[in-house]
């Protein structure tokens, strides 16, 4: 079976906005539990069109949609969206250059949802004001447990906003915050969260720069005994004092199964 949501004119309308016309005549969604729409070259109506499939309870489980341009002003769309809904569980927003000012507006939705679990966020050039209105939302949604956000430009001060509502957030399990240009207060915050925090069980922060001091605050963490059980710190400049101290933290950490130290600048001492 298929579900329709539009009308014989979507193609007219789509033509105003600069959309290709559809030879489906509107967006279409299988009864299935997920629903494939990567690089679609979507646009407009069809970001209607799925928060619309969203509103009415459609029961896709997981939407998948790389690569469309969905940009600032689909993902206020799709907030309208998972405001309402509770099948979805899954949804991935990879690489649409949604920015600050859509993750704002998505995130206001993002509060009401009770039933994501899982949301990429990676490569959409999100700033620090965007890792701040994740945070603000997370305050509330306790229901989201991956969150990936790598490839963006979080910085310190996003990295600051996510450590601070983690202390109390319950739900988050898995973080990917590779490439996001987080230094050394960033890693610090991180690391002082995961003294508190008893449910992060990955953390991902591949080619940052914590240095030496954001890896000693980690391995305070992992002497607190964290529940982490994955740590990359592949390429984040961290030297023999780093490594000698995350060492040291695994003679009294019993959760950790996998730690990532790869293209750092380790020598002999920290080896």
Known sequence: RFFAFGNRNDDEKNRSRNCPPKTDQGLYFESRASKN???RNLCHMDFVNLAYAMKVGHRVQR?????NNIGPGGAAILAEGITVNRALEAMDL????????GISAFTRGLQANVNLRELQLDSNNIGNKGGEALADALKVNHSLQIVNLENNRLGDEGSKALAEVLKINDGVRILHLGYNGI???????IGNTLKINSHLESISFESNSIGNQGANTLAEALRASSKLQLLDLHGNNIGDDGAIALAGALMANCTLM?????RNNIQREGA
């Open 37 to 39: 729409l990567r690089y």
């Open 63 to 67: 939407m998948t949609l790389p690569g």
């Open 94 to 101: 990879a690489y649409n250059s949604i920015q600050d000012e």
């Open 183 to 189: 230094n050394r207060d960033g890693g610090i915050a």
């Open 258 to 262: 996998s730690l990532y130290l790869g």
